[in-house]
């Protein structure tokens, strides 16, 4: 009788809130998908069983005692960094100077370290050096701030830039302390007094700055869930304009969070150069105050997510590094799996939040369609039957008081 | 046969959001040359039905039929395809483009951009149904009411037959409305189907050709205008009986709260927002604030409340002991300690007072949080207010961990003054608190504010509607341009004298002026 409209071909509706367990589900399915594709890509492109890829992916990560406590290593910096980015994000400033406040922060500690190294005990330099981090890394996250809150500059370029100057700023000082002259290099500081070396607990060296770093997750998550200051930046996130109107200083707030968010990226500046590395390069922070921006965003700026999702990437991160040398392939070939697997699981929320009708499969299917078209087009009649079952319930409804 | 046709006809039309079900399969007719008046509490899916035939939403189940044949509208091009054009409450315009470019922005029209005779068109359009705009006007320098006026255009130049209009009224003085309900009616006249949604019944009234009403998302029934009343109208839309007058209690022993003496403010970029403002506030007393939008109310109670920097003038708080406390200057936090409460609903309603993603119990606290020496927040009161703002104001929430935004206006709205009045004010300052609601969202609010009254305290109401203002007042401020050009007795005040004062200054001289010529 008259054309069939063309129904779209997919549209999308917002879930019903799903449970946590059904939540779960869907980013498990995401994941399988994405373990199932990087197989086919493995076995097309590399001829590889992918099994077999996969056994090494873990056992890179997992595979012996040593590379567990790497794992964990790795995992307590790259959080430490998401947690000091955290508060910052949490008040929608976006903080993209994790690299040189943490350059900064290395800076300090060497400084004190090379300078200070042989005039005091350990037991006072150790502290001497953390305030001395904690209060460079500070002091280059608020300069942005400053001028965030002064005249409203747009930090993420601020931050940004702030980075290169750091890394100026070391590359100066690395010259300058350089050992032996001319090698470009610091090389290990204090190595035969150990001066400044975070102590080795329980016989391994990295247990100290797991320990430091699973205790600075509770307190951060336990700062931002239930602390004054905590509330004041998420009112001060969400909107500034509702701050202000119940009288929070915006200002006073940006300020203050991002001395502490620069404070911990200093502090593990300080981890890297005391506690594992006991040099100082330009390269020390390698990208994860970048990394640390996606680790908190995966977990939606939860402390205690963060730990899976650090633990996530630094998996997939050794795991590629694993297969690249194990079956001598290109390390560029790790990445495009780790790729896969992370654009699967940024995906999964998707569908956590929203749900796809597709043509032909969705409620308004033609058959029902048809039925009730039918009286519409035959003209009067059926107007009528609406009108009186309309009047009748007019009728009915003042009287139902 | 042909007549008889609806120009528009939803038929089984289920739209959810979630859990929320915003649309239950709901059926209307539309047709042409009337006008139909959608009526329905906030959040009875009202917009989301219209939203639907605009193309911004795609319903989950149903279908719409235009002139009985059965369409699928996918986006708001489809829409503009069978002559469906909607007019927004918040105009879609470009500030710095001209009338002209904003209508013809996004017509693909081949052949080259012809300005002058797009703006031909536009001017037969406008003398056939009787619209004053200036095509070649750039938005920024229109009045609300002018920006109006490009959107209906726009709408009529893509050749739309079927007009919808989401409260219109809302932002308009009653000289404004006035005109517009004369070009709506020529439109209908032309043959036109008309959908306007309002909360104002009398609108309905004098308007609208028939009635539909909703309630939670479902069709309730629809009716001829000219059988019905606003008693009937109200008690289909809520669902049971209620009172349709505005209680307003004689002032209990009113004494000056507030001084206010040569308040002068300017925006950040030197505009001047309020001059030389004089009035003082009472306590016992709900004083009124009448203007077109944006002619110094906020900036008035901002100033107030210490939010706004202060060019010049006074503000003085008197004590009960007759001391006078200087209030410019001063930190918005000292402010609120003497007891001076602010209320602003701006109009996405959530930007002022309240953070959308967080609980009700989590806004509660944004006025108490700094309470107790801890460093740790207290979260057992607030969240023992917000179940008591949610009980007694009667919030329509799943619960008190349901965040702000996912409520609808009206119970945004009660919560935020729900708050605002459990910190015990001394001076309650409230701007737009019924911006959108429905009726018996708004006489919940009056009467709240009435209690406030009775107890003492200053009650100062900046409104929209003027038959509110005239209903609820002691006192109306008349603001014009950031002046003010008057102020009257709520209870004899007239709503004309009102109205021009509101368009212009000291327009009750002018009136005087002119009865005495004739």
Redesign the interface.
């Given at each position: 009788m008259?054309?069939?409209?063309?129904?779209?071909l997919i549209?999308m509706?917002?879930?019903?809130?799903l449970t946590w367990y059904q939540a779960w589900g869907i980013r498990l399915i995401a994941i399988v998908a994405a373990l199932i594709v990087c197989a086919v890509i493995t076995s097309i492109t590399t001829g590889l069983n992918p099994l077999e890829v996969y056994a090494t992916m873990f056992a890179g990560a997992f595979g012996t005692k040593r590379r567990i406590w790497i794992l964990g290593k790795e995992v307590a910096i790259l959080l430490c960094i998401s947690l000091a980015l955290t508060p910052a994000f949490r008040m929608r400033f976006w903080n993209l100077g994790g690299e040189g406040q943490i350059l900064m922060g290395a800076l300090g500690t060497a400084a004190c370290m090379i300078v200070m190294g042989d005039t005091m005990p350990n037991a006072v330099l150790i502290p001497v050096c953390i305030i001395a981090a904690v209060f460079a890394g500070a002091v280059w996250a608020l300069i942005p701030a400053l001028c965030k809150a002064r005249w409203n500059t747009n930090e993420t370029l601020f931050t940004l830039m702030m980075n290169y100057v750091a890394t100026q700023l070391v590359a100066y000082f690395v010259i300058v302390w350089e050992v032996p002259k001319g090698s470009g290099k610091i090389g290990i500081i204090n190595q035969s007094s150990k001066a400044g070396w975070l102590p080795v607990i329980a016989g391994n060296r990295y247990l100290l700055n797991i320990l430091c770093v699973a205790m600075l997750t509770i307190a951060m998550y336990i700062y931002l869930t239930?602390?004054?200051?905590g509330?004041?930046i998420?009112?001060v996130g969400?909107?500034v304009?509702?701050a202000?109107?119940?009288?929070i200083k915006v200002g006073w707030t940006i300020i203050r969070t991002l001395m502490l968010s620069g404070a911990i990226c200093g502090f593990t500046g300080y981890l890297l150069v005391a506690g594992t590395d006991h040099t100082l390069t330009t390269t020390l922070a390698g990208g994860q105050g970048f990394t640390a921006v996606m680790v908190a965003w995966l977990a939606k700026f939860n402390p205690l997510g963060m730990v899976l999702s650090a633990l996530l990437l630094i998996f997939l991160g050794r795991g590629a590094g694993e297969i690249a040398t194990a079956f001598t392939l290109n390390q560029s070939f790790g990445d495009i799996l780790t790729g896969i697997i992370l654009f699967f699981i940024i995906a999964s929320e998707f569908f956590i939040n929203y749900q796809l009708?597709f043509r032909g499969h969705?409620?308004?299917g033609p058959d029902k369609?048809g039925s009730?078209?039918a009286p519409?087009?035959s003209?009067?009649a059926p107007?009528g039957e609406?009108d009186s079952a309309?009047?009748k319930?007019?009728r009915e409804?003042?009287a139902?008081? | 046969m042909e007549n008889t046709t609806p120009a528009v006809a939803l038929r089984g039309i289920t739209k959810t959001f979630g859990t929320v079900v915003a649309n239950d399969h709901v059926d209307l007719d539309i047709r042409k040359g009337e006008i139909l008046a959608l009526l329905g509490e906030n959040g009875s899916g009202k917009t989301t039905l219209m939203n639907m035939l605009s193309g911004i939403y795609y319903p989950d189940e149903g279908q719409i039929f235009i002139n009985g044949e059965e369409v699928s509208i996918q986006s708001p091009k489809d829409a503009f395809r069978y002559g469906i054009g909607m007019i927004h409450q918040h105009f879609k315009l470009v500030d710095v483009f001209t009338a002209t470019e904003n209508i013809i922005l996004g017509l693909e029209e081949k052949g080259r951009l012809d300005r002058a005779a797009a703006s031909a068109k536009i001017r037969e359009i406008c003398d056939t149904y009787g619209f004053s705009i200036d095509p070649n006007r750039k938005i920024y320098q229109m009045s609300v009411s002018q920006k109006q006026t490009v959107e209906i255009v726009k709408a009529l130049y893509r050749g739309a037959d079927i007009l919808i209009l989401d409260e219109p009224t809302a932002v308009l003085t009653p000289q404004e409305t006035e005109k517009l309900f004369a070009v709506l009616r020529n439109m209908r006249a032309d043959g036109k189907a008309i959908i306007i949604i309002t909360h104002k019944l009398h609108e309905v009234q004098e308007l609208s050709d028939r009635v539909a009403v909703l309630r939670k998302g479902a069709y309730i029934g629809e009716m001829m205008t000219k059988d019905t009343n606003p008693q009937e109208m109200t008690n289909m839309m809520v669902g049971h009986q209620v009172t349709l007058n505005i209680r307003r209690p004689d002032p209990v022993d009113p004494k000056p709260r507030i001084e206010i003496k040569g308040l002068t403010v300017t925006s950040p970029d030197g505009v001047l927002k309020l001059d030389h403002v004089y009035f003082d506030i009472r306590a016992g007393e709900i004083l009124g604030i009448a203007g077109i939008s944006g002619s110094g109310q906020k900036e008035l109670l901002e100033a107030i409340a210490g939010l706004q920097r202060v060019e010049s003038g006074q503000v003085l708080y008197i004590h009960d002991d007759g001391r006078k406390e200087e209030l410019v200057g001063r930190d918005p936090l000292e402010i609120q300690k003497l007891g001076v409460a602010l209320s602003f609903v701006p109009e996405d309603r959530l930007g002022m007072g309240l953070v959308g993603n967080m609980d009700l119990s989590d806004n509660m606290m944004l006025r108490s949080f700094r309470d107790g020496r801890s460093v740790f927040t207290d979260r057992k009161h607030p969240h023992d207010l917000a179940e008591k703002v949610v009980e007694e104001l009667e919030v329509n929430t799943p619960g008190v961990s349901t965040p702000v935004r996912r409520l609808s206006g009206g119970n945004v709205q009660k919560v935020l003054v729900g708050r605002e009045i459990a910190s015990a004010p001394r001076v309650l300052l409230t701007a737009y608190a019924v911006r959108g609601l429905d009726i018996n969202s708004s006489y919940t609010i009056y009467d709240l504010l009435n209690r406030q009254k009775e107890e003492g305290v200053a009650v100062v109401y900046v409104g929209e509607d003027l038959d509110v203002l005239l209903e609820l007042a002691d006192r109306i401020v008349v603001l014009c341009g950031g002046r003010v050009s008057g102020i009257v007795d709520g209870r004899t005040a007239d709503k004309n004298e009102v109205g021009m004062m509101m368009t212009e200054l000291g327009g009750s001289e002018r009136i005087r002026a002119k009865e005495k010529e004739s």
């Open positions: 008259h054309n069939k409209p063309k129904e779209a549209h509706s917002k879930r019903k809130a239930y602390s004054k200051h509330y004041e998420s009112v969400e909107s304009a509702t202000r109107y119940v009288g009708h969705g409620h308004n369609g009730s078209s519409l087009a003209g009067r107007e609406t309309n009047s319930e007019k409804d003042p139902n008081v | -």
